[in-house]
C-alpha cells in the first residue's frame, strides 16, 4: 500500500494559479498510477487527471481541465503534481489524490488509495 499525502492547496484569485503535490510514501510508488480528484460541496467526486509511475509518463485529461491544468511526476521524489492556471471560483473544492493500477482510469471507484484532501479556494 501507499500512503499519499496532498499539499498546496490554499486561497486563490480568479485567474491565478496553483501547484498542488501528492507525496506517495513507500516503496512501491512506480507499481501506481495517480490521478487526481476534486468534489465540491454537494457534488460528487470529479475526475481531473491521472498519471502512470510505471515507465513512460502516460497522461490522461478530463476535458473539464484539459488545457488549463497539467500533471506531471516526479519518480526520484515519489510525487505527482497538479499545476493549475486560469483558475476560477468553480474550481473551489477539496483536491485530493489517489492511486490505482489501472490506467486510464476516470472512476473514483478504481482508486485504492486516498490522500486526505488539499482545501483549494478559488475568490472572484
Known amino acids: 500500500q501507499v500512503r499519499l499525502v496532498e499539499s498546496g492547496g490554499g486561497l486563490v484569485q480568479a485567474g491565478g494559479s496553483l501547484r498542488l503535490s501528492c507525496a506517495a510514501a513507500?516503496?512501491?510508488?512506480?507499481?501506481?498510477?495517480i490521478g487526481w480528484f476534486r468534489q465540491a460541496p454537494g457534488k460528487e467526486r470529479e475526475f481531473l487527471a491521472q498519471i502512470t509511475t510505471w515507465g513512460g509518463a502516460l497522461v490522461y485529461y478530463a476535458d473539464s481541465v484539459k488545457g488549463r491544468f497539467i500533471i506531471s511526476r516526479d519518480n526520484v521524489n515519489n510525487t505527482v503534481s497538479l499545476q493549475m492556471a486560469s483558475l476560477k471560483p468553480e474550481d473551489t473544492a477539496v483536491y485530493s489524490c489517489?492511486?490505482?493500477?489501472?490506467?486510464?482510469?476516470?472512476?473514483?471507484?478504481?482508486?485504492?488509495?486516498w490522500g486526505q484532501g488539499t482545501q483549494v479556494t478559488v475568490s472572484s
Open positions: 489517489g492511486a490505482t493500477s489501472t490506467f486510464p482510469a476516470r472512476s473514483d471507484n478504481d482508486y485504492t488509495f
Open positions: 513507500g516503496r512501491t510508488f512506480s507499481t501506481y498510477a
